[in-house]
């Protein structure tokens, strides 16, 4: 009886640490930074722009990183929370991150919805890319990019126009700010037109490498460092791989000489080490957005510089 | 303090949900029970979602009424199915209702594959996204449970008539289908067998339904709790919950089982 009575009471104790932990963990928070600007972004990349823009006058955080696949977010309550705070929000858009503007709907927040002061249209002035054409109104089958491909941040150039519609919201919003933001995406976009310029240099030799991806992930990656995309694991994008389609793209593979097959951490590698199996193509593995907690994909300029040392890897181990 | 007021706020609708789901699925599930085809549970509610993705997959962007309608149909016709059979004996009932699941699951699975765009909402509803569950949507839902409720209680027919049967595994698919839209075909399992498991082993016959009530009601409050705290996804969390209550059911019942063993032994 009494060891009973000992453990319950440690389980009260334990709940009670929890309850008290999380309740400081939220008061904290309002007393320490109550003067940020609270922005929330759905995926690292877009939080760590606006990091370097805002800086220290904004509080960022975002919901996703390179980890997870950005298209399917599995809501949490901190989320939702986050919303409720928020002043800004830069959504990706072009209905990739639906779950996203479910949980603006959710927060009932007037500052962010679509439309609002808070809500940056992140990729305004971006050429979209494989726009679909069909009829309105007639059911399309597959597709999870019915406005175009929305992977439009993987290209550097798209980086500073992003960076750019960051600024101009973030100035409106808070015009006394503005000459530090401009001053800040000056020195940002500085700083991506040199890793740029290294980045293109390093990679001149291996320029029209052909390439295979999972999805349509790097599709403007590859535009801008002149990698030829030849095809995609998925048949339509969002649409797991068939036997058939798998075997007509190792044909096409082997037919275009294709060296490479790049895809992301949350793909089914299986399907990848299958076809590199028939094809000879080397599996390579490349992450479309940034991950804090890993030193070298810790923001955009080193995921960019990351991904591009993995492939010049992969093909120097080949041609070799 | 603001905070505190928020998540409750948005937590609010979705517990409220949990309640009304609670309410009618734990009856659902008793009734299925005593008819000894658990299966069915999960088959219906598998067969309402396959209706749902149909919709889906023939209409581009289907209103949420168009959906439960396809929900509702499917999972009727497939419910008349299965109370045609229901005369046989339980081996092949059980059988009949695993195949109806093999069946469903994977023609849903092949209109998945044929659906990427929509996939995402086909994805929620197959977890659960009850913390997007809003005032409007409880309401309605009640209300439909509320009704079909009423309904049951008027009409306590006597059962293994055709008549019967058809009545409950078509009032059961009206509520299936809209509770697996709110809430995901998981958590509507869940809650449809695991508290019913769970008192079976733990109460005499008599206290069945209450008892599932309550421990029902006990792992929603603690899920939901744990799910603010830790900030975990809630639907996976309260049927976490529910099931570790299962399981602590299970092992007090095996040593009660193996308490009596050694009576016997000894004497
Ligand atoms: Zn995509």
Known sequence: MRKQKKIASLAKIVLLNQVLLFLFSILGKSVGEAKKIKVVSPICTFADIAKNIGGDRVDVINLSDGLNDPHFVEPKPSMIIHMINAEVVIPIGLRLDMWFFSLIEKSANPKIFEGSSGFIRTYEGVRILEVPEYKIGQPRIGDIHPEGNPHYWLSPDNAKIIAMNITKKLSEIYPEEKGYFMKNAEIFIGKIDEAEEDLKKEFSRFEGVKAIQYHKTFTYFADFFKIKIVGELEPYPGIPPTPSHISQLAEKMKKERVEIIIYEPFRNKKDVERLSKITSATPTELYADCVPQINELKDYISLIRYNIRKIMMSIEGKRK | ?267
């Open chain 2, 1 to 267: 303090m603001h905070e505190l007021k928020d998540i409750l706020s948005l937590i609010l609708p979705a517990f409220f949900i949990s309640l009304s789901l609670i309410l009618i699925h734990v009856y659902f599930g008793t009734k299925i029970f005593e008819r000894g085809v658990i299966f069915a549970d999960i088959a219906i509610a598998q067969s309402a979602f396959l209706g749902s993705s149909i919709a889906f997959l023939l209409f581009d962007n289907p209103s949420k009424e168009l959906t439960y309608l396809f929900g509702v149909l499917s999972s009727v016709l497939f419910g008349l199915l299965i109370s045609s059979q229901m005369k046989r004996e339980v081996v092949f009932k059980e059988g009949f209702i695993g195949v109806i699941y093999a069946l469903t699951s994977s023609l849903s699975i092949i209109v998945l594959s044929k659906l990427g765009r929509e996939s995402e909402h086909i994805r929620y509803m197959l977890t659960g996204n009850i913390l997007f569950v809003s005032w409007e949507d409880v309401i309605k839902a009640s209300l439909i449970y509320l009704v079909i409720g009423i309904l049951h209680i008027i009409f306590k027919m006597k059962k293994e008539s055709f008549v019967s049967e058809f009545f409950f595994f078509s009032t059961f698919g009206l509520v299936v289908s809209s509770s697996v839209s709110l809430a995901g075909v998981l958590l509507v399992f869940s809650y449809l067998i695991v508290p019913v498991l769970t008192s079976k082993l733990l109460f005499s016959p008599r206290y069945t339904l209450l008892s599932s009530y309550l421990i029902a009601l006990i792992s929603t409050i603690i899920g939901f709790t744990l799910s603010v705290v830790n900030d975990l996804p809630t639907a996976p969390t309260v049927i976490s919950v529910c099931i570790l209550f299962f399981f602590i059911a299970l092992f007090i019942d095996s040593i009660k089982n193996l308490k009596k063993k050694k009576q016997k032994l000894s004497s």
